[in-house]
């Protein structure tokens, strides 16, 4: 049997289950809800990421805890939506973006009212604000 496998029978789990995550999907919309960017951190190799993991993509490891990260960040790339779907007339046009946060992972969120380039350098500084809207939504600080 795979020494993990035993291990996890000698704490009286089955062999057979795999375990829990560390955060549920619930907890992590809850976290956002809050204001809060929670996410997943491998204890092995550092990395990083906001879509949940049970093992690592990079080293395989399976000692997954759940971590914050900072509200704010960079913006890395984008694309202006001038025509919006019913949940984002009110906001259109917007940037769908691409946000390396300050000390964590790159996320994908939106930002409003940005109708051209101008409007939002490459590098501008954003910070996470909570939305009643699907997805994250950030502001220019």
Known sequence: MEQRAVARQAEG????I????PL?????????REGRIVGYHCEGCG????TPMLRCPKCKGAR?????????GTVVSYTIQSVA????????PFAFALIQLDDGPRVSGWVPWIAKEKD???????????SYKPGMQFEKS
């Open 85 to 92: 779907s019913e949940q984002f007339l009110n906001e259109a």
């Open 13 to 16: 789990g089955n062999a057979h």
């Open 18 to 21: 795999a375990p829990a995550p």
């Open 64 to 72: 997954i805890r759940s971590r914050e990260f900072s509200a704010t």
């Open 120 to 130: 939002l350098p490459l590098g501008q500084k954003v910070k996470y604000v909570s």
């Open 24 to 32: 549920s999907l619930k907890q992590q919309k809850d976290a956002l």
């Open 47 to 50: 990395h990083e990421r906001i």
